[in-house]
């Protein structure tokens, strides 16, 4: 298989599976323990939270280690509610995770306004809009993702915080597709809050951080222990934080030796070859403010879902740009706020790659690619010229 699908998921790099390993066998005292097992586990927390804030440019006093992004996100957003009761709005743009608008929804449900800011069809957020929707004494937070999970598209994070916080309220950012792709510096970037989640980099479902600014107070979603320094009850995952910490040691690795550079590298290929055999094929999203990792590509008069299933017999996995909920073909809610049409969006795939992928792999997938829709158009009995690569 050639697995180009990680900003659905990613393979769990070997290096953490050694780190975290110890923690399932013999490390396995309760890190609230006062013996020494149970401080030697505490220490091992203590790593990984230095490990995590590092890669944020954060204060270790300022992570708290969560289920993962989701958790991360539901408590930033029930804390605000909660904390400031007297400022009803929360901003956000139509193109973020279901795990922020269920959560949007939910703050809605509980009597609090949410307002959706508008994005431009690069989709990037339209700064001029979000600058008149946030008001001084009646917006709580801003909630807008760093990078998107479909386009890949990155956020201006410095505007959105100067004028969010120019207005009195709060920022949280949704980096679960931003952290360990991208530099990160939240003393430069200064969110409130920022959620990350461990199995996009690397790391295993079910750990996450969310990085709390000692500027924001915050009230905790889960009670109990009083782990985390009150932040978040329950005993703590502690495989999970040490492989945590360690994918976000070997993300600040990668991001300084020519990682990054090496995914765009493959990725552009990627899109030239498709492109130079296809040249009706468009890339949604800002061309230049857009993840090394993502690509989101429209293949006119090619259904993804079909797509998907011959790719998959050639061994690539891939997303679509569609999703099927009961058997009926809904739009990608993120190509919808961008105005593309469903035609188009029924058309599109996300390749996505990470560390773990080669340029052959770039190139099989191009060739795929380019295969699979020449099958699918004469199918169709599309006029679509596919010119030999
Ligand atoms: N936010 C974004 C942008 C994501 O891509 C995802 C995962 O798909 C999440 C949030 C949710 O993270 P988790 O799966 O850790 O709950």
Redesign the pocket.
């Known amino acids: 298989m050639i697995y180009l699908d990680a ?3 990613t393979p769990v790099d070997p290096a953490v599976l050694e780190a975290m390993l110890p923690y399932l066998r013999e490390q396995y005292a309760n890190p609230s323990a006062s013996y020494a097992g149970g401080r030697r586990v505490r220490r091992a927390i203590e790593q990984a939270r230095g490990q995590v804030a590092a890669l944020l440019g954060a204060g270790a006093e300022e992570i708290v280690f969560t ?7 539901n408590a930033v957003h029930a804390s605000v509610r909660a904390l400031w009761p007297e400022k009803p709005e929360l901003i956000i743009t139509g193109t ?5 608008l269920e959560s949007a929804n939910r703050w809605e449900s509980q009597g609090g306004r949410v307002v959706t800011a508008p994005v431009h069809p690069d989709g990037r957020v339209d700064l001029d809009a979000l600058r008149k929707l946030v008001r001084p004494g009646i917006t709580a937070l801003v909630s807008i ?1 760093w ?3 479909e386009t890949g598209v990155i956020a201006p994070m410095d505007e959105i915080v100067a004028l969010a916080h120019g207005a009195g309220a709060l920022v949280h950012t ?1 980096a ?2 931003a952290v360990g792709k991208m530099h990160l510096d939240v003393r430069a970037t200064p969110v409130d809050f920022l ?1 990350l ?4 980099l690397h790391a295993p ?2 750990i ?1 951080a969310l990085y709390l600014s000692q500027r924001a107070r915050f009230a905790p979603l889960l009670v109990g222990g009083g782990q985390e320094n009150e932040r978040r009850g329950g005993t703590e995952n502690v495989p999970g934080i040490v492989a945590l910490g360690k994918a976000a040691a070997l993300a600040a690795e990668h991001l300084a030796d020519g990682t990054k550079a090496r995914i765009k590298t493959m990725r552009d290929r990627f899109e030239h070859l498709v492109h130079a055999a296809l040249p009706e094929v468009r890339v949604h999203g800002y061309p230049t403010h857009r993840l090394p990792t993502t690509s989101f590509i429209c293949l006119p008069e090619t259904d993804a879902a079909g797509m998907l299933i011959l790719l998959d017999k050639e061994g690539i996995a891939c997303s679509a740009g569609s999703a099927c909920h009961t058997g009926t073909l809904h739009a990608s809610h993120v190509l919808e706020a961008m105005g593309v049409c469903p035609r188009d969006a029924a058309c599109t795939l996300r390749f996505s790659f990470s560390r773990f992928n080669t340029k052959a792999d770039a190139e099989a997938a191009a060739h795929a690619v380019i295969e699979c829709a020449r099958k699918m158009r004469e199918a169709q009995g599309c006029e679509f010229a596919v010119l030999s690569h």
């Not at 973020?96 to 922020?100: D, F, L």
């Open positions: 900003n659905a998921t289920s993962g992004g989701t958790e991360s996100i973020e995770h279901a795990a922020v993702m990078a998107n999970n949704d679960v597709q959620s989640s461990g199995h996009k479902k079910g996450g």
